[in-house]
T-cell receptor, first 114, second 113 residues
Framework: DGGITQSPKYLFRKEGQNVTLSCEQN?????MYWYRQDPGQGLRLIYY???????QKGDIAEGYSVSREKKESFPLTVTSAQKNPTAFYLC?????????????FGSGTRLTVV | QKEVEQNSGPLSVPEGAIASLNCTYS??????FFWYRQYSGKSPELIMS????GDKEDGRFTAQLNKASQYVSLLIRDSQPSDSATYLC?????????????FGAGTRLAVHP
């Protein structure tokens, strides 16, 4: 079955540590997105990419980095510069010419600082 | 002004009643609008999309769009306890050659028996 796979489901980060969240899709979608969700809040856009080797900063990119070396993969690194990383992270994708149909979301990664 | 605004709720309705969820947006050129349902701890699930002024019905759900007023709403008829969730309004925005979906903060709906 086609879909988006995010891993791990739960992740614990120590202070000052970089961690990488995985997002893989087998839907042949061009565009991929990373969102962050804090309790009781909506989704805020971190980074997005419409083609391989190209990505754009969203509204809250500081303290995060991404890469898009393959169409299927869009990993997100939460760096030590992100001072409040505890949140629910969601990856989404869409075929670029089908944005009107809405995004498909992965199941999310819950990151906690310990 | 936030790009997409929703009343955070909670909106409490009795089982069988109509739940009405509202959303306003700031970008006048936006053409595509979505409603997602999100259960606690889960990822959002697309339930409705609407692109033209007027109503769009799908089962117990009706989306309404008024582009002149920059307003989109979701009606849930015959509300069930299983409808209890957070409902996210999202607007597709196009800028600099890129599409991006902007979300409201969500409205929490509680349907009580």
């Amino acid at each position: 079955d086609g879909g988006i796979t995010q891993s791990p489901k739960y992740l614990f980060r120590k202070e000052g540590q970089n961690v990488t969240l995985s997002c893989e899709q087998n839907l042949n979608h061009d565009a991929m997105y990373w969102y962050r969700q804090d309790p009781g809040q909506g989704l805020r856009l971190i980074y997005y990419s419409q083609i391989v080797n190209d990505f754009q900063k969203g509204d809250i990119a500081e303290g995060y980095s991404v890469s898009r070396e393959k169409k299927e993969s869009f990993p997100l690194t939460v760096t030590s510069a992100q001072k409040n990383p505890t949140a629910f992270y969601l990856c989404a994708s869409i075929a670029r010419d089908r944005a009107n149909y809405g995004y498909t979301f992965g199941s999310g990664t819950r990151l906690t600082v310990v | 002004q936030k790009e997409v605004e929703q009343n955070s709720g909670p909106l409490s309705v009795p089982e069988g009643a109509i739940a009405s969820l509202n959303c306003t947006y700031s970008d006048r050129v936006s053409q595509s609008f979505f409603w997602y349902r999100q259960y606690s701890g889960k990822s959002p699930e697309l339930i409705m999309s609407i692109y033209s002024n007027g109503d769009k019905e799908d089962g117990r759900f009706t989306a309404q769009l008024n582009k002149a007023s920059q307003y989109v709403s979701l009606l849930i008829r015959d509300s069930q306890p299983s409808d209890s969730a957070t409902y996210l309004c999202a607007v597709l925005m196009f800028s600099g050659g890129y599409n991006k979906l902007i979300f409201g903060a969500g409205t929490r709906l509680a349907v009580h028996p």
